[in-house]
């Protein structure tokens, strides 16, 4: 081989191409995108709605049937008492909201958050959803099933 010659390569050079940062995962920010649409659904419909002064009921203002456990038993099911929830944090009151169902506050936290992840992840492409993937495990269901029946629980002695 001659020294001017140009060296032959084994293997060729990748060049990557680079993708501009709006279309990046696509995919991912359009699902994060619906997740934070019907969360701020969920939010919204909390709030436009007027908590029933029994604590539960308020589902009644979106059509659906009462509770049918609460009618036949007079006690509370395990969800009686969320959507009220809901229609009190969207009217400012925390703890009205706490103090009537727990874990219905609790969902109310869960579905902000859920919102502000979405939205971030949809607008900016981070990937909130690979932070939150470790938390979705077996355990977690776990204690948040035992906060669900802690919160009925509660629900049913100061029924």
Sequence with gaps: MHMSEPAE???????QERTHPLRANVP???FAACIALVSLGVLGMGAWMQPAT????????????????????????MTCGMTTSFAHAGEGQW????????????LVLLTSVMFWG????AITGARIGTMIQPALRPRVFI????????AWVYKVVTW
Excluded at 65 to 74: E, G, H, I, N, Q
């Design 118 to 121: 979405g939205a971030t992840q």
């Design 54 to 77: 029994d604590g539960h009921g308020t589902h009644t203002q979106l059509g659906l049937k009462p509770c049918m456990w609460a009618v036949t038993l007079d006690k509370p099911c």
């Design 95 to 106: 703890i009205t909201s706490f103090l009537n169902q727990p874990m219905g506050a609790f």
């Design 9 to 15: 390569h084994t293997s060729p050079i990748r060049v």
């Design 143 to 150: 204690v948040l099933g035992a906060m669900l029946l802690l």
């Design 28 to 30: 991912s920010r359009v």
